[in-house]
């Protein structure tokens, strides 16, 4: 993570297999209390299960399986929308075998970093 790491920028979001993120939570006193920071909050709000590193928010993902732990700086990262897929509805359409109306809503995008060193994969953890 230091590598990472740049005057006082850093990674502020770590993402780990949900094997890893067990083990991690197993070596935590179990009658500790681990209180959030604002950010780790907020992606408990958004209803993920969140410890803390350092006062890094850590998440499991479960298609991250790997063996990966990725420590991410989420100032570097950018969202970019397609102009003609942003949220675009499709409108109802009625199916051939149903007696109901469906509909599309479309989106397209690109995650994309501008500073790649602000980001870490650390690797060699168990997969199983």
Same mark, same amino acid.
């Given at each position: 993570?230091?590598?990472?790491?740049? +005057?006082?920028?850093?990674?502020?979001?770590?993402?780990?297999?949900?094997?890893?993120?067990?083990?991690?939570?197993?070596?935590?006193?179990?009658?500790?209390?681990?209180?959030?920071?604002?950010?780790?909050? +907020?992606?408990?709000?958004?209803? =993920?299960?969140?410890?803390?590193?350092?006062?890094?928010?850590?998440?499991?993902?479960?298609i991250c399986t790997a063996g990966y732990?990725? =420590?991410?700086?989420?100032?570097?990262?950018?969202?970019?929308?397609?102009?003609?897929?942003?949220?675009? =509805?499709?409108?109802?359409?009625?199916?051939?075998?149903?007696?109901?109306?469906i509909g599309q809503i479309l989106v397209?995008?690109?995650?994309?970093?501008?500073?790649?060193?602000?980001?870490? +994969?650390?690797?060699? =953890?168990?997969?199983s």
């Amino acid at each position: 993570m230091r590598t990472a790491t740049h +005057k006082q920028s850093k990674p502020n979001l770590i993402v780990l297999p949900q094997l890893i993120w067990d083990i991690y939570e197993a070596t935590l006193q179990a009658s500790a209390r681990y209180p959030k920071t604002g950010r780790g909050q +907020k992606i408990a709000d958004a209803g =993920f299960n969140v410890l803390e590193f350092r006062n890094i928010p850590v998440v499991a993902d479960e298609i991250c399986t790997a063996g990966y732990v990725y =420590f991410l700086n989420t100032e570097f990262m950018t969202i970019y929308l397609h102009p003609n897929k942003n949220f675009k =509805f499709t409108g109802f359409k009625v199916p051939t075998n149903q007696d109901g109306r469906i509909g599309q809503i479309l989106v397209k995008l690109q995650l994309a970093l501008n500073n790649r060193r602000m980001h870490y +994969k650390y690797s060699g =953890f168990p997969t199983s």
